[in-house]
């Protein structure tokens, strides 16, 4: 099935009314789909069209945390993406048989994602997020060559040494000309009982980056908000629920919820 080539991206097309966000990390582990997943539930639920491109290849956890169990399905020669929680969704993990490691290099990856955003029938979407794997690699070239007009969203840890490998990718937007909406910090504290905040990760790690990535572009990047640890939302990405949909008072959803808004 060949026909990708020719194909138009909808969202590359000049005068595209759907704004496109790039969730990005430097490493692993972070809550990049987590984040990702939760600002797709947390727009949807406000009225807004939204869809997801799980492109994290390595480790695509996107169609669990949004609790997608269909599988996408093809008339002529369009695929026709599930939806879930209201958020239509896109994996490359749907396309591997069983739970096999992926083994792409990156100009089938390249391919993959264009199939993705050209193949798949989105309808009109008023916001797509794109979750990318982690760092700096041919993924996030491929986005930037695609869609040249997605935003980057940079996602870390307030630790230190997370904070220097989020730079690095966020940076990228330095060659791709893309636009770095802002950085966001997840698990930056523990609410204890009595209320008093336990940093587990440390401090300062996405005020860090924000404030180099200003410098790194000449544009501010803004701290977009501090998404604390939080059992709801380890849950809510287990059972398929978003905590900003299934506990949406709890502290990570009130966090999520708020940057959500502010997108
Ligand atoms: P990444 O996409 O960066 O690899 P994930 O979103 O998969 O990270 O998150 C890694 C793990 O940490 C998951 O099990 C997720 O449920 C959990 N997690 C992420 N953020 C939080 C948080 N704020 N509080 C509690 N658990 C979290």
Known sequence: RGGSAEKEIPFAKPGSLTRVYAVASGKGGVGKSSVTTNLAAALAASGLRVGVVDADIYGFSVPRMLGVERKPTQVDDMILPPVANEVKVISIGMFVPGNQPVVWRGPMLHRALQ???????????????????????????????????????????????????????????????????????????????????????????????????????????PLLGQIPLDTTLREGADTGTPVVLGQPDSPAAVALRGIAKGL
Do not use: C, H, Y
């Not at 794997?133 to 491929?142: C, E, L, R």
């Not at 630790?159 to 950085?183: F, H, N």
């Open 115 to 221: 199939q993705f955003l050209a193949d798949v029938f989105w309808g009109d979407l008023d916001v797509l997020l794109l979750d990318l794997p982690p760092g700096t690699g041919d993924i996030a070239i491929s986005v930037a060559q695609l869609i040249p007009t997605a935003e980057i969203l940079v996602v870390t840890t307030p630790q230190q040494a997370a904070a220097e490998v989020a730079e690095r990718a966020g940076s990228i937007a330095l060659q791709t000309k893309q636009r770095i909406v802002g950085v966001i910090e997840n698990m930056s504290w523990l609410e204890l009982p009595d209320g008093t905040r336990q940093e587990i990760f440390g401090s300062g790690g996405g005020k860090t980056v924000a404030e180099s990535l200003t410098r790194a572009v000449g544009a501010d990047v």
